[in-house]
């Protein structure tokens, strides 16, 4: 028989930790500072249990990034200006012994210590979590599908490397920051820049899809922005090689995967509602399917859903690049709000820390109210959101689509623009694209775009 573990020696067990590890890898480093970008991939200064290894791995860190020289001497006075040991004597004693008492400052050797580290690191922070949701578990006003999101969320936190509770030095996100950059200048730089949406002069202006970024695609009815959002997903899935997550709160998964077919076989839309098809179209339909069904897409149709479930499907996604949401004014709180407007702000607010914590773009589309055709201006302004509250504040990117063939039968039907009302990242300005209704495709314009 098992015996039962009590509650106190759940809480007063010892957390797991590598004393020789922390070591090794400090003293390697110092030994051997051109160890540092491997390291920097696995560890951060909470890796470590004893906060004097946080201090000094911090210090290393530091010093890497302001390109100064690593050794015993140097780190030992870094050391002493942050105060890590009580006396200099102390920092000179434990420094010297670190270094002393490294196996070996091969690549393999140090990597191996890090992993140890980061190992003791993970198990420390699965027992942290694990007693935060015994601790809300153990309130009577506790609800179950809340600590499930919560217990779910804490993992995905531990899986992705993030402390969500961690307020951070400049110095740390220095050196993160000049990582990112590294990574951004060198010749894996398309891997970490924004996702291509498609549409060249798009990209420039908003510097493609980045990550943690909300955004907002608006239009009025009819205009195509569900096709638009369509076909920037059909080409991240497509060229990025990345999982794109889709939810239709409006169309079924059969009305979507006709669109995609129709856009991507280029064979009209009519033709696949009606089952009107050549032999021709089938040929263009079967590799349209193979091309499509390659492509790492998901869809979920469910009519119903809060920002908690899609997250929560989300997070056993792998290899998640983007998000599409159509659309906003369909989608619940999954809570009791009498303003409407009220729940639209919680909702886009949500979105926003849904985007930041899985680390990607999200998309959402939205109506735009009807003061737009009281107007003699069509053209939609930011005030054009329906049930603003707070969708400007929160998005990061705001884009209207706009076809002025649906109000002056004298323009082209093909004309439109893409609109970039708000954008965080640099300018804004209208985008022009070329409407192909019958396979529910937008194209890029050659004569590109047009100051706003």
């Not at 004893?50 to 050794?71: K, P």
Request: hydrophobic letters at 40%; one cysteine or more.
């Amino acid at each position: 028989m098992v015996p039962e573990l009590s509650s106190t020696d759940f809480y007063s067990q010892a957390l797991p930790f590598s004393l020789e590890a922390e070591q090794s890898v400090l003293g390697a480093l110092i030994l051997a500072p051109q160890r540092v970008p491997e390291v920097l991939e696995l560890l951060k200064p909470e890796s470590f249990y004893r906060s004097s290894h946080q201090a000094l791995y911090a210090i290393l860190l530091r010093m890497f990034t302001m390109g100064e020289s690593i050794d015993v001497i140097t780190v030992m006075e870094n050391a002493r200006q942050d105060k890590v040991f009580e006396t200099t004597e102390d920092a000179k004693v434990y420094i010297t012994t670190l270094a002393d008492m490294v196996p070996s400052t091969s690549s393999s050797s140090v990597n191996r210590y890090a992993v140890i580290v980061q190992e003791k690191y993970y198990l420390r922070s699965l027992i942290n979590a694990s007693r935060e949701v015994v601790d809300n578990a153990m309130d009577p006003q506790a609800k179950a599908s809340e600590l499930l999101d919560l217990a779910e969320q804490r993992i995905y936190d531990i899986r992705q490397g993030r402390d969500a509770g961690s307020i951070l030095p400049i110095s740390k996100i220095l050196v993160e920051t000049y990582d990112h950059l590294q990574r951004i200048s060198g010749e894996d730089r398309k891997n970490y820049l924004g996702l291509s949406t498609g549409y060249g002069d798009l990209d420039t202006m908003i510097t493609g899809l980045n990550k943690s970024d909300f955004i907002l695609i608006a239009a009025r009815p009819g205009v195509g922005k569900t096709a638009f959002a369509l076909n920037i997903a059909s080409n991240v899935a497509k060229n990025s090689g990345k999982a794109v997550a889709i939810f239709s709160l409006e169309m079924s998964r059969e009305q979507l995967a006709q669109r995609l077919l129709s856009s991507e076989a280029l064979v009209e839309l009519q033709k696949l509602l009606t089952g009107n098809l050549t032999d021709d179209d089938w040929v263009k339909i079967a590799r349209a399917t193979q091309t499509l069904a390659a492509s790492g897409i998901y869809v979920d149709d469910n009519a119903i859903i809060t920002v908690a479930e899609i997250k929560a499907k989300l997070r056993r996604i792998k290899d998640l690049g983007l998000v599409v949401i159509d659309y906003l004014q369909l989608m619940t709180s999954g809570r009791s709000i009498q303003n409407r407007v009220q729940e639209v702000s919680e909702i886009t607010r949500n979105l926003k820390l849904m985007a930041k914590e899985l680390n990607v773009p999200v998309i959402t589309l939205s109506q735009l109210s009807r003061s737009i055709e009281s107007r003699s201006e069509h053209k939609p302004m930011l005030s054009d959101l329906r049930e603003s509250g707070s969708i400007e504040q929160d998005a990061d990117i705001v884009m209207f689509l706009h076809r002025e063939a649906l109000y002056n039968e004298e323009e082209s039907v093909n004309d439109a623009k893409c609109i970039v009302a708000k954008n965080r990242h640099g300018e804004t300005g209208s985008i022009n694209l070329y409407w192909d209704g019958q396979y529910t495709r937008y194209s890029s314009v050659a004569y590109g775009r047009s100051p706003d």
